[in-house]
């Protein structure tokens, strides 16, 4: 079956490290995504990449950094720039235009800043 | 967030009907989008919009104004199990925009 894979389900870091989020997905979708939920809010874009090799910004970007060199995977880095990290990620996929039937999710990582 | 305006809370009991309300800025609209997410849950897609009028999927109803900015979700015959919170999530350009969302409880 296809689908996006998220992995870890829960990661920890300590203070001033970078952490690496992964993302895969076998659905042969163009586009993928990065979003960031925090309690009580809704999603915010961090990255989007609509083909291999380019990715834009989304709306809170800064301390964040992502890579598109394959189709199937769209890594997620949390650098330790980023002020606040702690919260749940995920990653989702799409066709160019996202419809009919929408974005795919995955799980999710919630990541807690120690 | 993103002038995306949902009710925070909505309370209904089960069985009955429940109508959640979205607006949003119609600059760039390309579609809208509702999910439904459980706590510490990925979103999973109920309905998608792009012309005015009404999608009917079962239990699940959505309309769309594109002119007013408006859409709403509907809820028929509700079950315990749609306790959870529902994203309107307008199409601007190839990105989906969030709203906060709205966190439904149904009660027995």
């Known amino acids: 079956d296809g689908g996006i894979t998220q992995s870890p389900k829960y990661l920890f870091r300590k203070e001033g490290q970078n952490v690496t989020l992964s993302c895969e997905q076998n659905?042969?979708?163009?586009?993928m995504y990065w979003y960031r939920q925090d309690p009580g809010q809704g999603l915010r874009l961090i990255y989007y990449s609509q083909i291999v090799n380019d990715f834009q910004k989304g709306d809170i970007a800064e301390g964040y950094s992502v890579s598109r060199e394959k189709k199937e995977s769209f890594p997620l880095t949390v650098t330790s720039a980023q002020k606040n990290p702690t919260a749940f990620y995920l990653c989702?996929?799409?066709?160019?235009?996202?419809?009919?039937?929408?974005?795919?999710f995955g799980s999710g990582t919630r990541l807690t800043v120690v | 967030g993103q002038n995306i305006d949902q009710p925070t809370e909505m309370t209904a009991t089960e069985g009955a009907i429940v109508q959640i309300n979205c607006t949003y800025q119609t600059s760039g609209f390309n579609g809208l989008f509702w999910y439904q997410q459980h706590a510490g849950e990925a979103p999973t897609f109920l309905s998608y919009?792009?012309?005015?009028g009404l999608e009917e999927k079962g239990r699940f109803s959505s309309f769309l104004s594109r002119s007013k900015g408006y859409s709403y979700l509907l809820l028929k015959e509700l079950q315990m199990k749609d306790s959870a919170s529902y994203l309107c999530?307008?199409?601007?350009?190839?990105?989906?925009?969030f709203g906060a969302g709205t966190i439904l409880r149904v009660k027995s």
């Open positions: 999530a307008p199409q601007r350009g190839n990105k989906l925009v």
């Open positions: 659905l042969n979708h163009d586009a």
């Open positions: 989702a996929s799409s066709t160019p235009r996202g419809a009919p039937g929408g974005y795919t």
């Open positions: 919009n792009v012309l005015d």
